[in-house]
């Protein structure tokens, strides 16, 4: 598995665009999610799997994907368009770090946030994006 996705619709745009760019994968769990979106969490969501030795091309596609979504939205409060996706910089993430180092094969995810590089604006959840009227 290589990323996992809560709804049909994102999960199916990745999984094309991966297809389209030479990658052989496929979404595991699709028809169980879209059939009860409320098993999503109980299962882990839709997940992107991918063969073992395509998983550096689809890691590098993913990251590349993520960057040009980001660069298409807009800041709240500068209007910038530099948007990354970091970890934020709190006590829960160094104890996350150690707990990691300690138990060594139990990994904790620490808390990630979107932050403007322009204006050290943070959120947890992206801005809306902007839609251009035709």
Same mark, same amino acid.
């Given at each position: 598995?290589?990323?996992?996705?809560?709804? %049909?619709?994102?999960?199916?745009?990745?999984? &094309? *665009? $991966?297809? !389209?760019?030479?990658?052989?994968? @496929? +979404?595991?769990?699709?028809?169980?999610?879209?059939?009860?979106?409320?098993?999503?969490?109980?299962?882990?969501?839709?997940?992107?799997?991918? %063969?073992?030795?395509?998983?550096?091309?689809? &890691? *590098? $596609?993913? !990251?590349?994907?993520?960057?040009? @979504? +980001?660069?298409?939205?807009?800041?709240?409060?500068?209007?910038?368009?530099?948007?990354?996706?970091?970890?934020?910089?709190?006590?829960?993430?160094?104890?996350?770090?150690?707990?990691?180092?300690?138990?060594?094969?139990?990994?904790?995810?620490?808390?990630?946030?979107?932050?403007?590089?322009?204006?050290?604006?943070?959120?947890?959840?992206?801005?809306?994006?902007?839609?251009?009227?035709?």
């Amino acid at each position: 598995m290589l990323k996992s996705f809560d709804n %049909y619709f994102s999960a199916n745009i990745i999984l &094309s *665009r $991966l297809q !389209q760019s030479g990658v052989d994968c @496929y +979404l595991k769990d699709e028809y169980t999610v879209t059939i009860d979106p409320l098993l999503s969490n109980a299962i882990g969501g839709i997940k992107l799997a991918v %063969y073992i030795d395509d998983v550096p091309d689809a &890691s *590098r $596609l993913l !990251q590349e994907f993520e960057e040009e @979504y +980001l660069r298409t939205i807009d800041c709240p409060r500068c209007t910038g368009n530099h948007i990354t996706h970091v970890s934020r910089p709190a006590a829960r993430n160094f104890i996350t770090s150690i707990l990691t180092w300690l138990f060594k094969s139990y990994s904790i995810d620490p808390e990630k946030i979107y932050q403007c590089q322009d204006c050290n604006y943070e959120t947890k959840n992206l801005p809306e994006l902007k839609l251009e009227n035709n």
